[in-house]
């Protein structure tokens, strides 16, 4: 299956870059320094401008040379229309669960945003696939990821949120089952004439560094 293929890709590699853009121009050319940065997913999150259209030119042009999903996504009617627009998964940034029954109807993945234990716990027996952790650094960082994979060892989970280069392997130490970034690979100056480079290096480090990191759990 599509979706089945999908998440074990998303396990194989462990990285969600995100993007966060004033401009679809922008966000286009983001995305294209993501993929030249050997990333297999992108997130757009539904704060850019023109999202469902950056959405469904990425698709188009990429592909299955990269998984594009939406991201930010609020309410049910907006998930419709970012898999109508070529969306392969959808994260929210909290508790869902209509989204979660689409997700279920028509197959594609689910990331599902929540903080505590009891919120964790409703997405994942509403049936999300993930369940992802924001802020992730605000929350406690990698030891917030170990202490939930205690009690609930059968969780998959995302941390996003403040996750810098030097300690995401250390998420996926404690217990993650991927990690979502977005501003530490982003986040340039505009003056920088060669900032779309620095963004495709960032994510060259990130999937690096990535790569060597085994859960300990």
Same mark, same amino acid.
């Given at each position: 299956m599509?979706?089945?293929r999908i998440f074990d890709k998303l396990v194989q590699e462990k990285f969600i870059p995100l993007i966060?853009?004033?401009?679809?121009e922008e966000a286009l050319k983001i995305a294209e320094a993501i993929k030249e940065g050997g990333a297999s997913f992108l997130e757009v999150t539904m704060t850019v401008p023109g999202a469902?259209?950056?959405i469904r030119e990425l698709s188009k042009t990429f592909g299955d040379s990269i998984i594009v999903g939406a991201g930010t996504v609020l309410d049910v009617e907006t998930a419709r229309l970012s898999l109508a627009a070529g969306a392969r998964f959808i994260v929210t940034p909290t508790v869902n669960i209509d989204? !979660?029954?689409l997700g279920h109807r028509y197959s594609v993945i689910t !990331? !599902?945003?929540a903080m505590t234990l009891t919120e964790i716990l409703q997405c994942w027996n509403a049936g999300a696939d993930l369940v992802k952790i924001f802020p992730a650094s605000l929350l406690g960082g990698p030891n917030y990821i170990r202490a939930i994979k205690g009690p609930l060892p059968q969780v998959d989970?995302?941390?996003s949120g403040g996750i810098s280069?030097?300690?995401a392997p250390a998420y996926i130490e404690a217990g993650a089952t991927a990690v979502a970034v977005g501003s530490e690979i982003t986040k340039t100056d505009?003056?920088?004439?060669k900032r779309f480079d620095t963004i495709k290096d960032r994510t060259s480090v990130f999937l690096r560094l990535l790569k060597g990191a085994k859960s300990a759990l």
């Open positions: 599509e979706k089945r966060r853009s004033d401009s679809k469902f259209e950056v989204v !979660i029954e !990331i !599902i945003g989970l995302v941390p280069v030097d300690l505009p003056m920088d004439k």
